[in-house]
């Protein structure tokens, strides 16, 4: 029970952080390039996804992908990144291109997020295991 408590304090915290950066960075990207097209959401996206990378490849174990650190996992993972990444914000926006009529933009918001999410949480996986000495944290 302590430690299922402690977990769900720490996914609070992080989701609180979290939101509070999504709010922070998607705003600056939304008055920086517009709200045309949806990059506040892909940017938080693609940065989420590049950071997921490095916690995956941090806190599970190579191989079977079990957690590794529970408490940290709740914390940055479940909390920080499920609260600063946005699938909800990505599938509305998406929709909302298409009901405009604009097809080929909502295509193309589909295939880029994927595409960038994808190789940024890939590449920093990879990046982050291949710079960690042998016998360090894994």
Known sequence: ???????????????????????????????????????????????????????GALLLTPGTHAIRHFPLWAA??????GSYTTVSSFSLQTLALARNGEIARALGNIVLSLALCLSAAGGTYVATTLMLPAGAWR
Do not use: D, K
């Open 76 to 81: 940055l993972v479940v909390g920080l990144l």
């Open 1 to 55: 029970m302590t430690e299922w408590l402690i977990s769900t304090c720490l996914v609070a915290v992080g989701g609180g952080l979290g939101g509070m950066a999504r709010f922070w960075v998607s705003g600056i990207v939304a008055r920086r390039f517009g709200e045309t097209f949806p990059w506040s959401t892909m940017v938080v996206n693609v940065t989420g996804a590049a950071v997921i990378g490095v916690f």
